[in-house]
Each structure stands twice: as structure tokens, then as C-alpha cells.
């Protein structure tokens, strides 16, 4: 499948900006089942752009500098995307819990999609005791890894409420456990912690997926939104693979991979700091659009 996606973020500030830096994460990563067309960022007003550098983690990092007045500031990017990526299958083969986290702890592989990177607490997913426990009722140490992670997928979906309302992008997982209430962000990061305490090696995945409109309704343009997953590594033949806790499915055809790190912090589309009074505003318009 070819998508078109574009992605605009509109900062609005309430009295004039005499300086702004920040950090985008914006452009796609190369990834298993992934083709990128092109990419281009536009800012506006005109910045200075630097070259865009890898992340200690799967992630292209762009950074700009604003030095001129300025009450609004505007972010678009744009790319084509190929994808031609199967739902992974449950096969009596695959690796254990035990064996797959027992294969982590000896990999070798120093690379940024190393195991060893998501093996441990991160700044927001620290292990939890009652995530840990929950978790490990599906993630039992003889079943098979693809399985288990399937089992845990559909189980976060069919008990939490997606509610955008209430968290925030500070929210802890152990605050939206407790909610049981949340968005994709939270049902990652309770994932990812989670699997981590069973010794899985468990990464958070920035990018978009395809939605569908109503039966006899057309798609609407600009009403899509940025979502995030979680990537498995299901040792080392079946490598990593994506679970989304929030719709009970694995990553396959309508999911687009943008970037990978530990948690939210590590990918965030835009980050940064800027000098002025009073607060912002933020408005975001995401489009996922199939190119027929």
C-alpha cells in the first residue's frame, strides 16, 4: 500500500517570540516492511535548519533555530510511504517467554534496535509491581513469545477505555493503570512496563495508522492523529515486531513507522524551549491518505 502523509503542527504564542529551538523527529526511520518516497519539512516563519543526525535510538533527529519575532509558528512535513508488511502469525515454533528473555541477556548486537536497549526501566516506564503482575498472567514463561504478546494486546484493549480526556503527556503508567482510562500513549507505556518486568526486551514506536471512515462517509482530510504502539523482540529469527494495544492488532499494512526509542521521551515528534511571555497554543492536523 502507498500512503501520503502529511503532518502540521501550529504553535500560536500570546505575545510575540524573539527565539525559538526545536527538536523534530519527524522523518521516518528505514524499517523491515517500510519504503520512504521522500521527505520535506517546511517552517514557517523561515528558520535555520540543521542536518538531520541519527538518535541513540531508530530515530532521525532535524534540529531548527527561529531568531526572528514572531507570534505563530508553523511545522509541516510531508512524505510518501510504501508498505508491504504481513500481521505476524502464530507459529508453533516461535521461542518461549523464558527463552526469548533468557536470548536477550546474551545478544551481542550493539546496534540502536539492540535488545539490550529495552531491556530496562526508562525515564517514563519504570517497572511497576501491579503492572508486572497483570502482565505476567498472559506472558507465562512456557508459552510462545507471539502468542503471549497477541494475548496481552487484546487484553489492555478489552480493558481499558480509551478516554482522551483523561491523561496527559506526563502521565505515569502506573497512574493510567490505575485509571484503566487513557490514550495510546499510556496503553504503550503499561505495556512496555510490563513486558519488561517479565525480561523482555520492549520498545515504544512513534508513527500514524490508517483509519476508515463510515460505511458511505468520505475520508476526512486532516483528522487523523500521530499513534503509538509497541515493539516486541521475539529473539533473534523473528526479530521485532509491533503490537497495538490500542486497537487488539499486531503492526501490519495501515501501520506507519516513524520512529523507535525506550518510551515517549526519547521520540517525541517536537520538543524545544523558546523565549517570550504568556503561554501557547497547539494545534495538530494529521492526514493518512492511500494513494489508490
Known amino acids: 500500500m502507498i500512503y501520503d502523509i502529511s503532518h502540521s503542527t501550529r504553535f500560536r504564542y500570546a505575545s510575540p517570540v524573539r527565539f525559538a529551538r526545536c527538536n523534530l523527529r519527524l522523518k ?30 531508530p530515530v532521525n533527529v532535524t534540529r531548527i533555530v527561529i531568531d526572528q519575532p514572531s507570534r505563530e509558528l508553523l511545522i509541516e512535513s510531508r512524505f510518501r510511504v510504501v508498505v508491504d508488511r504481513a500481521l505476524p502469525d502464530v507459529r508453533p515454533e516461535d521461542p518461549s517467554v523464558a527463552e526469548v528473555a533468557a536470548a536477550a541477556l546474551v545478544a551481542r548486537d550493539l546496534s540502536p534496535s539492540a535488545p539490550a536497549n529495552y531491556l530496562f526501566a526508562s525515564p517514563m516506564v519504570p517497572i511497576e509491581p501491579d503492572i508486572a ?31 482522551g480526556d483523561a ?41 500514524y495508522l490508517r483509519t476508515y471512515p463510515p460505511p458511505g462517509k468520505p475520508r476526512l482530510v486532516g483528522a487523523d492523529a500521530t499513534h ?65
Not at 528505514?30 to 541519527?54: E, F, K, L, N, S
Not at 505476567?136 to 478516554?163: C, K, M, N, S, W
Open 133 to 163: 503482575a497483570w502482565c505476567a498472567q498472559e506472558l507465562t514463561p512456557d508459552r510462545g513469545i507471539v502468542e503471549a504478546a497477541y494475548a496481552l494486546t487484546r487484553r489492555i484493549t478489552a480493558e481499558f477505555r480509551y478516554d
Open 228 to 292: 503509538a504502539w509497541v515493539m516486541l523482540w521475539c529473539g533473534e529469527e523473528r526479530g521485532w515486531l509491533g503490537f497495538d494495544p490500542t486497537n487488539a492488532c499486531a503492526m501490519g499494512g495501515d501501520h506507519i513507522v516513524t520512529a523507535v526509542g525506550r518510551d515517549y521521551a526519547d521520540i517525541s515528534p517536537i520538543d524545544g524551549i523558546f523565549l517570550g511571555r504568556n503561554k501557547q497554543t497547539i494545534h495538530v492536523s494529521v492526514d493518512v491518505a492511500p494513494v489508490e
Open 28 to 57: 521516518p526511520i528505514d524499517w523491515d516492511g517500510q519504503r520512504i518516497a521522500g521527505h520535506r519539512v517546511t517552517v514557517t516563519p523561515r528558520a535555520t535548519m540543521g542536518a538531520t543526525r541519527h538518535g541513540g535510538y
Open 167 to 207: 491523561t496527559g503527556l506526563e502521565t505515569t503508567p502506573a497512574e493510567a493503570f490505575e485509571k484503566r482510562h487513557g490514550v495510546c500513549q499510556d496503553f504503550a507505556h503499561v505495556m512496555i512496563s510490563g513486558l519488561r518486568a517479565a525480561g523482555l526486551p520492549a520498545a515504544y514506536v512513534s508513527g
